[in-house]
């Protein structure tokens, strides 16, 4: 699989059942989450197929510091010189690369497999060292302004970006969209991560995307809304 165009602007970067995605504005490329580990060649031959230059990744914001998500940041910091966001909570985890937090499975079968076949938070990774902390309510001066939303539950340093010029919230872990709209695979506090879904669903946008399975494109908004019952 390759790079994939999601709206004006916005790439996806398959980075092994996890996704990463590029924003491209005139100024920069920014990358937000990435992927498992060993997956960095995937980013910079999508870099290059649009025609840049691994040095012109400025950003690399990472949802949350869970292995799928920042498990190839080291490799991508170290080829592009990318500046590095993750909340608080979660730099701990990619200071160290590991062990990470335990998961509790979500509801449903389907997920309580996942989770354990899946997630190991015994894993170890690279260290990836951090240079700005991701401040909830925050607006990171990048790509004419994206806000930053701290969405525990899942896991307690996740946030959720939202890109106003583009009207795309990237939604990290709060949900999943692999076999339908639906919960993550776990949850470190399943109250706080049916809080953190309620408070996404109250957004105002046209394009959703997850961490892992398909973006939603059109009437992103009303979907996540009456999932979550509004
Ligand atoms: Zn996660
Ligand atoms: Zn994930």
């Given amino acids: ?10 790439h996806l970067i398959p980075m092994g059942n996890a996704n990463g995605y590029l924003i491209e504005v005139p100024d920069g490329l920014t990358l937000i989450d990435a992927g498992f580990p060993n997956r960095e060649a995937a980013v910079f031959a999508a870099i290059r197929a649009l025609g840049r230059t691994p040095d012109q990744l400025k950003h690399l914001i990472l949802t949350h510091g869970h292995p799928d998500h920042i498990g190839s940041a080291a490799a991508i910091v170290r080829e592009t010189g990318a500046r590095t966001y993750l909340h608080p909570f979660d730099i701990p ?44 309510g925050k607006t990171l001066p990048i790509a004419g302004g994206i806000d930053v939303i701290h969405v525990p539950g899942h896991c307690a340093g996740q946030v959720a970006l939202l890109w106003r010029s583009g009207r ?29 879904q309620s408070k996404l669903a109250d957004l105002s946008f046209d394009a959703v995307g997850f961490g892992h399975g398909k973006t939603i494109t059109h009437d992103a908004m009303t979907r996540l809304r009456r999932w979550v019952g509004k």
Avoid: W
């Fill in 168 to 196: 795309m919230l990237f939604a990290a872990d709060v949900f999943m969209n692999v076999t339908g709209l639906g919960d993550p695979l776990g949850f470190e506090d399943l109250k706080e991560g049916r809080e953190s």
């Fill in 93 to 136: 985890l990619a200071k160290t690369g590991g062990p990470f937090r335990p998961m509790t499975p979500a509801p449903g079968l389907l997920r309580q497999v996942l989770c354990r076949v899946l997630y190991d938070h015994n894993e170890r990774l690279m260290p990836v060292a951090i240079d700005e902390p991701l401040i909830d």
């Fill in 1 to 10: 699989m390759t790079m994939k165009r999601v709206i004006d602007g916005v």
